[in-house]
């Protein structure tokens, strides 16, 4: 068994936080209004049904990824960057011209933020660590 490196070990820790918000969000919500704008909060932060489902698909691509570096450097750049789209999206939300359809609050932005950042360093680590795998078998050959 090959050792988990910390670049797995974040992967894991942010996909968990992901599929537990995103489960847990279900619970609150149900499915209806699925892309509605409404009063339902989750420990502070507004949820409907449509961001609940992006929660545990990202999580759950991260924790599908996290076993081969390869695969996981991919992985988390997608969740990264869908993350941080969604963050984009919550902000541009402020502008009442906007329709609110991931119904954001200030709160789920910033998790949307720390998650997304949190993926990108997965993938960053995960690429760094293939390089230093591929620097190690050259010196031992």
Known sequence: MTRVRWPQKLAIGTGVLLVAWGIAGFFVTGFSDFA???DTWLAGLRVNPLQNTLHVVFGA???VSFRRLKALSGAALLVALLCLVTFG???ARYDEQVVNFLNVNPGSNALHLVAGFAALAAAQGAAWCRQCDRVSAVKAA
Do not use: N
């Open 36 to 38: 509605g704008q409404s």
């Open 89 to 91: 999206f919550g902000m």
């Open 61 to 63: 691509l991260l924790l």
